[in-house]
């Protein structure tokens, strides 16, 4: 007596994007070393769209950004 075959499972899909899809859709971004920003002080001031803020870091090795 022939058996039919029994159907093996298939991987399971996922219902959102994947991640080669998300990669592609997420712009490149450069990174900037802080130590290139702060050039060896504790603080500098960024221009953004004509207002002023302060980026500095503090002694735990964090960066504060204020406006």
């Known amino acids: 007596?022939?058996?039919p075959p029994v159907p093996q499972p298939t991987a399971a899909r996922s219902c959102g994007?994947?991640?080669?899809?998300?990669?592609?859709?997420?712009?490149?971004?450069?990174?900037i070393n802080s130590a290139t920003l702060l050039q060896g002080g504790k603080s500098v001031t960024i221009n953004h769209n004509?207002?002023?803020y302060r980026l500095q870091a503090t002694r735990q090795g964090k960066l504060i950004l204020t406006k």
């Open 17 to 31: 994007p994947s991640s080669d899809a998300l990669e592609a859709a997420q712009p490149t971004v450069a990174a």
């Open 50 to 52: 004509g207002e002023f």
């Open 1 to 3: 007596m022939n058996t």
